[in-house]
């Protein structure tokens, strides 16, 4: 099983910055991505960011140019550095991990990102 612990969440004003982080442990080697996803209230769960193995992003066109996924393999750590944050960024951003061999995706807990004045 791999097992996701996020931090770096917070209150920020509009235009300012944050950096999520997302630590990996378990069988780190299932791996195939890392990811964030984000869930405002009233609405689904949508994907914000990830990152593939071979070195692969994929961006929501709603945070293209503004944020940027990185990983520290040697950390088994996973960030999401937010530029430019604007109130409709305001959400719980959850961790994600597609895991290799039909096993089931990782979740990490949720850390809430606020982007208000």
Request: hydrophobic letters at 35%.
């Amino acid at each position: 099983q791999v097992q996701l612990v996020e931090s770096g969440g917070g209150l920020v004003q509009p235009g300012g910055s944050l950096i999520l982080s997302c630590a990996a442990s378990g069988k780190i080697g299932t791996i195939y991505a890392m990811g964030w996803y984000r869930q405002a209230p009233g609405q689904e769960r949508e994907l914000v960011a990830q990152l593939t193995r071979d070195g692969t992003t994929n961006y929501a066109s709603a945070v293209r140019g503004r944020f940027t996924i990185s990983r520290d393999n040697d950390k088994n750590t996973a960030f999401l550095r937010m530029n430019n944050l604007k109130p409709e960024d305001t959400a719980v951003y959850y961790c994600h991990a597609v895991i290799m061999d039909n096993v089931p995706s990782a979740w990490g807990q949720g850390t809430q990102v606020t982007v208000s004045s």
